[in-house]
């Protein structure tokens, strides 16, 4: 009975060390996330930044869509093409680095993102 009760004891307190390291493990302090587990703001382009990018994919044959300025699946696959071609993380989303390779201008909001 004593070494059932110890066993048992000791089956507890390892369960136990395992849950508290588990806890403490899950608020994590990484770059660009916040304590609560939101994430930060969210690059999003302006119609008119979407508009002037499809004028350079359709220029440079990556895209021959109209220049509706959204993001439908040929602009993402253009701008798949395009990334690509210029050696970009290949995302198929017009984000900042994207812009930047186009020489489109950022707005002061995404300058500071």
Do not use: H, W
């Not at 499809?54 to 220049?67: D, H, P, S, T």
């Not at 970009?88 to 201008?105: D, P, S």
């Amino acid at each position: 009975m004593k070494t059932f009760l110890t066993l048992t004891l000791l089956l507890l307190c390892v369960f136990n060390t395992g849950v508290l390291a588990q806890t403490d493990t899950t608020s994590s302090n990484k770059p660009g996330t916040k304590q609560n587990g939101k994430r930060g703001p969210i690059f999003r382009a302006t119609k008119e930044q979407i508009n002037q990018a499809q004028a350079i994919l359709k220029e440079r044959g990556f895209y021959a869509g109209e220049q509706l300025g959204k993001l439908d699946d040929a602009t993402r696959d253009g701008l798949r093409k395009y990334q690509q071609a210029e050696g970009l993380k290949v995302t198929g989303t017009l984000n900042k680095v994207t812009l930047e390779k186009m020489n489109i201008a950022l707005t002061d909001k995404q300058k500071s993102m």
